[in-house]
């Protein structure tokens, strides 16, 4: 089993976290919390309250852990085609995989990664819906101190299984969105180049960022819900399962709330998997 895809994913995946996490701090918070008037409004108080450090809130986290999932979600979609097409990711250029082939392979990377996901993703929803600003003297501290202590105080109060909270609608949202992700990807970069060519940078660089907003957008729905079901165990809120959260959630805030964050999702999107597909394809073609 090819091994690079696995290791060009993890540092293109990381790469790819930086650039985005300020953008999706303010998407968790839009999403599960009702204090913020839109975007700009959640930055500015971010900012006053929490300093710049505010948007970076359990950063350091994911950078360990969802680069891993990255690096699961590239090397299994390749070693997938690999197993389909009888094609290494060299050979592909010259003899493209068929849509159908590059979507079930997505499609089998969005299943895997979400459940290495999801136990991280939890406490980076949970980390970064802490608006308390950073400790001064005298003010009460966060109910987290940081992600180990965050997953420690789940597994206690919660049990094993509450690490997993919101894994199921986490496993909906990335299976079918991460096979439009690669579809789209691979689209777009052939619409761009000749037949057998390698894409070029500009060509990968805005494959990959409409690959992030088309797969986002699809996502968005299923990320509210994913969002507000992990925060269901913190809040007194309590859902009876994923249907139940979908349909309280419409009849309390209206249809509009399974595209909260969409906006900012999308604008995060875009250079995150700009940036991520032409690290992704650079690395590659540099190991040969
Ligand atoms: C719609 N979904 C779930 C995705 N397209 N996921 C893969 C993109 C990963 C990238 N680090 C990001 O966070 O955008």
Same mark, same amino acid.
């Given at each position: 089993?090819?091994?690079?895809?696995?290791?060009?994913?993890?540092?293109?995946?990381?790469?790819?976290?930086?650039?985005?996490?300020?953008?999706?701090?303010?998407?968790?918070?839009?999403?599960?919390?009702?204090?913020?008037?839109?975007?700009?409004?959640?930055?500015?108080?971010?900012?006053?309250?929490?300093?710049?450090?505010?948007?970076?809130?359990?950063?350091?986290?994911?950078?360990?852990?969802?680069?891993?999932?990255?690096?699961?979600?590239?090397?299994?979609?390749?070693?997938?085609?690999?197993?389909?097409?009888?094609?290494?990711?060299?050979?592909?250029?010259?003899?493209?995989?068929?849509?159908?082939?590059?979507?079930?392979?997505?499609?089998?990377?969005?299943?895997?990664?979400?459940?290495?996901?999801?136990?991280?993703?939890?406490?980076?929803?949970?980390?970064?819906?802490?608006?308390?600003?950073?400790?001064?003297?005298?003010?009460?501290?966060?109910? #987290?101190? !940081?992600?180990?202590? @965050?997953?420690? /105080?789940?597994?206690?109060? &919660? $049990?094993?299984?509450?690490? =997993? +909270? *919101?894994?199921?609608?986490?496993?909906?949202?990335?299976?079918?969105?991460?096979?439009?992700?690669?579809?789209?990807?691979?689209?777009?970069?052939?619409?761009?180049?000749?037949?057998?060519?390698?894409?070029?940078?500009?060509?990968?660089?805005?494959?990959?960022?409409?690959?992030?907003?088309?797969?986002?957008?699809?996502?968005?729905?299923?990320?509210?819900?994913?969002?507000?079901?992990?925060?269901?165990?913190?809040?007194?809120?309590? #859902?009876? !399962?994923?249907?139940? @959260?979908?349909? /309280?959630?419409?009849?309390? &805030? $209206?249809?509009?709330?399974? =595209? +909260? *964050?969409?906006?900012?999702?999308?604008?995060?999107?875009?250079?995150?998997?700009?940036?991520?597909?032409?690290?992704?394809?650079?690395?590659?073609?540099?190991?040969?």
């Amino acid at each position: 089993m090819p091994v690079e895809e696995f290791v060009a994913g993890w540092i293109s995946g990381a790469l790819g976290l930086v650039l985005g996490h300020p953008f999706d701090t303010v998407k968790v918070r839009l999403q599960t919390q009702t204090t913020y008037r839109g975007i700009f409004d959640c930055m500015v108080k971010t900012y006053r309250h929490e300093s710049l450090l505010g948007f970076f809130k359990g950063m350091s986290f994911p950078i360990a852990s969802i680069a891993v999932v990255n690096s699961v979600l590239f090397g299994v979609y390749s070693n997938a085609l690999l197993v389909l097409t009888a094609t290494s990711h060299q050979e592909r250029r010259a003899q493209p995989p068929s849509y159908t082939h590059v979507f079930i392979a997505g499609c089998t990377g969005g299943f895997l990664q979400a459940y290495c996901l999801a136990p991280f993703d939890l406490i980076k929803v949970r980390l970064q819906n802490q608006t308390e600003p950073r400790a001064k003297p005298g003010s009460p501290p966060p109910q #987290y101190r !940081g992600p180990v202590h @965050c997953a420690a /105080s789940i597994f206690q109060a &919660e $049990g094993p299984r509450g690490l =997993f +909270r *919101g894994a199921w609608a986490l496993t909906l949202r990335d299976t079918p969105t991460l096979g439009i992700y690669f579809v789209t990807y691979e689209w777009l970069c052939r619409q761009f180049t000749l037949d057998g060519q390698t894409p070029s940078s500009g060509t990968v660089l805005v494959a990959g960022g409409f690959a992030g907003i088309t797969s986002w957008v699809a996502a968005t729905p299923l990320d509210v819900i994913k969002s507000r079901m992990q925060m269901a165990g913190l809040k007194q809120r309590a #859902y009876g !399962g994923l249907l139940d @959260c979908m349909v /309280s959630s419409a009849r309390q &805030e $209206g249809l509009g709330v399974f =595209f +909260r *964050g969409l906006t900012i999702n999308s604008a995060r999107a875009f250079p995150v998997n700009a940036v991520t597909f032409l690290s992704y394809e650079h690395l590659l073609l540099s190991w040969g």
